[in-house]
């Protein structure tokens, strides 16, 4: 049993539950005190021991019958058994009529005749006929199944039991014993279903837990277009502690700035007069925070790089002097009140909440016409004006007019893309026209680069 259990946590690790070798001491201790006779008082144990978030809940209840199931479905033995003699003749002459020489099939029926589960040599030939032993996955079960199901004839049972309870009642077998036989052959036949289930469940759990478990990549490097819900929730508690560090880099650069870093360059052409002498010492410009404009594409492909980008920003408010915040799909909509009322994190979700992506298609274009028609004010020589988008306009009108115009009015027009340049022009892409009229565009399809590129921002107020 101690084996299982060990084997039992491992596919729980290799399923991404996290679970310390602390907790799985804690589980032998649990279950050495609860003991295995009481199968729900085991499987509370476990579960106390094991699962810490509710998340992980449902993948324990899935993998719990895999390794600590009966074994053996309830099956009805003996069917001919409960019929008369002259009804048993009836399903012998049909059975005979039916099947002819097909002796697989003649097997098959007589095992579901006698309610007789597949044993362990059946099921690891059909295994090894399906290719079973290659996988590795719980996503690939329902294919083996379905591949194990054909190995054992169990789709062309089913048709046959059809035409058996068919010929049966032509044969004048009475309503009730082909009501009861119909019965307790399906329940037969969902018996040996559910052992392959079962079977290729527990096959891909052990396999799954005897491979070595695959170093995961940082964080920071997993694009966005790949993350699954559980990495989204482990970015989203990870902003704080990022902006932290941004935040302690900037802090240390406006110290420096206050204290005053000497300019050699400036120094020596301003002491050129003296001979060389330092006579009068130059320092740096002092770093100034900056203002910052924020137009944000929410669209689908777009929306946990926008979430991120505007959760880090908020989080880093008082290293920017100030900060006008626009979304967009097909028009846009100004955001800036939600986060002077709310924690960043919680007016993000609100934000994307009451902006939910639909049907309907982006268009940056009419999203620009809007912003300087309605917005344009908050645009000055001091702004840095940040686009957040994949440059896909579903072929509308880019209005590059609209960003020439933003880019001459403020002191830098920033464009964060999540697209490499070799996908720039492709398709409804106008990123390789938008990029004329920018002073950078930054490469955000990660955290790592997200924060790098907010980074720099802060680094050149």
Request: hydrophobic fraction near 40%; include cysteine.
């Amino acid at each position: 049993m101690d084996k299982r259990m060990v084997t039992f946590i491992r596919a729980l690790r290799a399923a991404g539950v996290r679970i310390s070798l602390a907790e799985s001491q804690d589980a032998m201790y649990g279950v050495e005190t609860v003991g295995v006779s009481n199968r729900e008082q085991f499987r509370a144990a476990l579960r106390a021991t094991l699962v810490k978030e509710s998340r992980d809940q449902g993948v324990f209840d899935y993998f719990f019958p895999l390794f600590f199931g009966s074994g053996s479905p309830p099956m009805n033995e003996n069917i001919p058994g409960d019929l008369s003699p002259q009804e048993q003749q009836m399903l012998e002459d049909a059975l005979r009529s039916l099947m002819g020489d097909l002796q697989a099939l003649r097997d098959l029926m007589n095992q579901l005749l006698e309610g007789k589960p597949f044993n362990s040599d059946q099921l690891e030939q059909m295994g090894r006929q399906s290719g079973l032993q290659q996988g590795n996955e719980m996503y690939q079960r329902q294919w083996f199944e379905r591949r194990m199901k054909r190995q054992a004839g169990l789709q062309q049972l089913q048709k046959l039991l059809d035409e058996l309870l068919d010929m049966l009642q032509q044969m004048g077998m009475s309503e009730a014993a082909l009501e009861q036989l119909r019965q307790m052959l399906q329940e037969n036949a969902q018996g040996l279903t559910d052992q392959i289930a079962d079977y290729v469940g527990a096959s891909l759990a052990e396999q799954m837990a005897s491979r070595e478990p695959e170093p995961k990549p940082d964080l920071l490097d997993v694009p966005f277009t790949q993350l699954g819900q559980r990495e989204v929730e482990a970015i989203r508690d990870e902003i704080r502690r990022l902006a932290a560090r941004l935040r302690s880099r900037a802090s240390l650069r406006q110290r420096r700035a206050r204290a005053g870093q000497i300019d050699p360059r400036r120094m020596m052409r301003a002491n050129m007069r003296y001979g060389g002498v330092p006579v009068e010492l130059k320092f740096h410009t002092r770093h100034v925070k900056p203002r910052l404009v924020l137009i944000c594409d929410v669209s689908t492909s777009m929306r946990y790089c926008a979430e991120f980008l505007l959760t880090l920003i908020y989080e880093l408010q008082d290293q920017v002097a100030q900060t006008h915040s626009y979304i967009f799909i097909d028009d846009l909509t100004d955001i800036s009140m939600v986060f002077k009322e709310k924690q960043p994190q919680e007016a993000v979700s609100e934000v994307l909440y009451q902006n939910r992506p639909g049907y309907y298609n982006t268009d940056l274009g009419n999203s620009l016409n809007t912003f300087r028609r309605d917005h344009f004010g908050t645009v000055t020589s001091k702004t840095t004006v940040v686009i957040l988008g994949d440059g896909r306009n579903n072929f509308n009108n880019p209005r590059l007019d609209i960003t020439e115009d933003i880019q001459m009015r403020a002191r830098r027009l920033l464009w964060f893309c999540p697209e490499p340049m070799v996908q720039w022009g492709t398709g409804d892409s106008d990123m390789h026209h938008y990029a004329r009229f920018a002073d950078g565009v930054h490469k955000v399809s990660n955290l790592r680069e997200l924060a790098a590129a907010v980074d720099q921002i802060l680094a050149d107020g």
